[in-house]
């Protein structure tokens, strides 16, 4: 079982930088896929990025290459999301979630992921 505790969110301007982190406990991240989605009012949830080490692998969604990177610090046993140059249109409650399957490069959908996190708020004003 994986306990999932994200932190953070927050307010910032257009064009600022958040960085999100995640702290696993109950198994250690390396052994998991682990995966950053947002779900903003009215939005389905959608993946943003994942990493597996297993696999050697990450994944970002279009909308957030070049902007948003993923990693993860195994002694610390946390993933972080850094965000860069964020838009209004980033602005969503962030979730951190892990899966037992291998991640490739590719997307990943919510239903594959086991473990939950409660959210942070994200918000970017214009």
């Known amino acids: 079982q994986v306990q999932l505790m994200e932190s953070g969110g927050g307010s910032v301007q257009a064009g600022g930088s958040l960085r999100l982190s995640c702290a696993a406990s109950g198994s250690t991240i390396s052994r998991h896929c682990m995966g950053w989605f947002r779900q903003a009012p009215g939005k389905e949830r959608e993946e943003v990025a994942h990493?597996?080490?297993?696999?050697?692998?990450?994944y970002y969604a279009d909308s957030v290459k070049d902007r948003f990177t993923i990693s993860q610090d195994n002694v610390k046993n946390t993933v972080y999301l850094q965000m860069n140059r964020l838009e209004p249109d980033d602005i969503a409650m962030y979730y951190c979630?892990?899966?037992?399957?291998?991640?490739?490069?590719?997307?990943?959908?919510?239903?594959?992921?086991?473990?939950w996190g409660q959210g942070t708020q994200v918000t970017v004003s214009s």
């Open positions: 990493i597996d080490s297993r696999a050697s692998s990450q």
């Open positions: 979630a892990a899966a037992d399957i291998w991640c490739g490069p590719v997307a990943v959908p919510a239903g594959a992921f086991g473990y």
